[in-house]
């Protein structure tokens, strides 16, 4: 038969922290869990409005007060408090009398509860004496382990086998007789009690990683902040020194610059807010569910209730633990979209004109007067526009409504130039067939890239991808494409082109999410990956040329010309060429050479 400490075992224990119920609370499905045991599981759940019952899963709807208000289970409340106070034992197992007093003690080396008389008995037996005797009031608090139960159909055999279908421990012989008749799996109780301990130390193990990923990306993300506040700090800095200057005529110009800083930055560490919170909720998740795991779960074996219980929080766990680790990027992208921000001072006379924040170019209607045929056009530092022409010896840069800010003269007719990200330039020159390098002040760096001769024809054949690296195309080999540091010398990386393609390259456009390509020769328009292989294309027609740029989003944008008759249309691709929209249909070309392509951004 069963003692009545089982009795207790089986009743008066909370189902996930397996210690007697501390307040307990009654779920619509009559189960009943630790008010603090709940509170922890509404921690690791996304539903406010209901919690789930970790035993059998039903949901129960919270009260507007939370788990604090539901429904006290009384009298298994006033029943636990009852055996606290009055300290109710098992009985003792040694003695033979029918009314058999109660336990005071329990020997862990013979499997006994002995009253006084029998404790005094076993201790005065020469062959007992080196056993482990502790006070029921160590079994009953949980100190000490739990001792498997009688079988109540086989009252002499402990229930020291587990069967995997029912979720419970039986006896060797219902094991045998009854279990594996319905063709039910069984094992030995110990090693299922070992698998659990197993596997609740590797959660805890990768609980401990997975902590360490989500806290490295909140770190991350505080060095992006702060990344962020210096940076307009800096700007108010500049803001207010110019401000000083001309303060009379110009109070309410810098009222609205810093207004407009001021959203920028919100909103840039808005989004930088809204990564770090949810990286904080999953820690949180983490830490709870870590909680219930571990609070005094290492004792077994685990009963039937205890068992789904055990099974619920270790499912959860490992939706939580499968989920993909944070995506340094995003936050990247923030800190990259707000530091291309930037302040630029100019007063004219008469005119209430502070400065203007700059940041992405908008989309506006500008032209530029030139007196010869455009070689290339790019980005440039501080939201210009880059722009050289035929045979001009040196890079003019201009303003997004088409104003002429700065000329640059150089000794050699510019072929192609692009910028590195701390504004220094890439340049090709007719003269030098070589690829150069200049700091922000225009000196020529010692620096030099052995990529042989550049290749003429290749106008279109140089780009800098947002880690810096330079890619080449052309040189020597018109089918491959070198890859080069800023520090110059071999390239890093090459990527080769089969000898039967019939690819020669011209432009190179650089995917930022991917790192894939957008490659454009006589007859294609070809997206391929890091290695060279092909992924996507669209066939150029007969008398039609193809200038394709990758935007910001990572969508292609795609200049064609009719080449006969000068008509230029621009329509809009997914990175996988899937048409998406027209911007430009049938724009009449005063005289047509090459059509370069770029996308400006505007600063949010």
Not at 14 to 20: A, E, K, N, R, S
Not at 352 to 381: H, M, S
Not at 535 to 542: D, Q, R
Request: glycine share 4%; net charge neutral; with cysteine.
């Amino acid at each position: 038969m069963a003692t009545f400490h089982d009795v207790i075992s089986q009743n008066l224990e909370c189902p996930v922290c397996l210690m007697h119920f501390n307040e307990p609370k009654l779920l619509v499905c009559s189960h009943t869990i630790c008010k603090d045991c709940l509170e922890r599981i509404f921690q690791t759940q996304s539903d406010q409005q209901t919690i789930t019952c970790p035993v059998c899963r039903k949901k129960t709807r919270l009260p507007s007060g939370g788990v604090g208000k539901l429904q006290t289970n009384i009298p298994l409340s006033s029943l636990v408090e009852e055996v606290k106070t009055k300290n109710i034992c098992s009985t003792c197992t040694v003695c033979d009398t029918e009314e058999k007093p109660p336990a005071e003690s329990y020997c862990l080396d013979c499997g006994k509860y002995m009253c006084i008389s029998c404790e005094k008995n076993h201790s005065t037996w020469k062959a007992l004496s080196n056993h482990e005797v502790v006070p029921m009031s160590e079994v009953l608090s949980g100190k000490v382990p739990k001792v498997r139960r009688k079988c109540k159909k086989h009252p002499t055999d402990d229930e020291d086998c587990f069967c995997i279908g029912c979720r419970e421990y039986v006896c060797c012989k219902c094991g045998v007789l009854e279990h594996l008749e319905d063709g039910h799996q069984l094992e030995g109780a110990a090693i299922h009690e070992e698998k659990i301990l197993k596997n609740i130390k590797e959660l805890r193990e990768r609980i401990k990683s997975k902590k360490a990923t989500v806290e490295n990306y909140t770190e991350f993300i505080a060095t992006q902040h702060n990344k962020i506040t210096k940076m307009f700090r800096r700007l108010n800095d500049d803001i207010d020194k110019t401000y000083e200057e001309c303060i009379q005529l110009l109070s309410d110009r810098r009222d609205a610059l810093k207004c407009k800083l001021k959203g920028w930055s919100e909103k840039f560490n808005k989004e930088l807010y809204h990564m770090n919170k949810g990286s904080r909720q999953t820690i949180g998740h983490m830490n709870a569910m870590e909680e219930l795991l571990v609070t005094d779960s290492m004792k077994v074996p685990i009963e039937k209730d205890a068992l789904f219980a055990h099974d619920t929080l270790c499912e959860n766990l490992e939706t939580i633990l499968g989920r993909d680790d944070p995506d340094y990027q995003l936050p990247r992208d923030v800190t990259d979209r707000a530091q291309k921000i930037s302040f630029r001072k100019h007063v004219k006379v008469n005119e209430l004109c502070l400065g203007a924040l700059e940041g992405y170019i908008e989309l506006i209607n500008a032209q530029v007067q030139l007196t010869k045929i455009v070689r290339f056009i790019t980005r440039a530092p501080h939201c210009r526009i880059a722009l050289v022409e035929r045979d001009k010896k040196g890079i003019d840069f201009y303003s997004p409504n088409g104003e002429l800010l700065q000329t640059v003269r150089m000794n050699y007719s510019v072929w192609l130039a692009r910028f590195l990200s701390d504004g220094r330039c890439v340049a090709c020159h007719s003269g030098s067939n070589a690829i150069l390098l200049y700091n922000t002040q225009w000196e020529m760096l010692d620096v030099t890239f052995g990529t042989g001769n550049f290749d003429e024809t290749q106008l279109g054949g140089l780009r800098v991808d947002r880690d810096d690296n330079i890619y080449v195309i052309g040189c020597k080999y018109p089918k491959r494409i070198q890859v080069f540091t800023p520090r110059g010398g071999k390239a890093v990386r090459e990527i080769m082109f089969d000898d039967s393609s019939t690819y020669r390259l011209w432009i190179i456009c650089y995917f930022k999410t991917t790192g894939d390509l957008v490659l454009k020769d006589e007859t294609h328009v070809v997206c391929v990956d890091g290695n060279g292989k092909e992924k996507n294309e669209l066939k150029v027609e007969k008398d039609m040329s193809a200038y394709p740029a990758v935007c910001r989003d990572d969508s292609v944008i795609i200049a064609w010309v009719k080449d006969k008759e000068c008509l230029l249309s621009i329509n809009r691709y997914t990175a996988d060429f899937v048409y998406v929209s027209n911007v430009i249909t049938d724009f009449k070309l005063h005289k047509f050479y090459n059509c370069w392509l770029e996308e400006f951004e505007s600063a949010l």
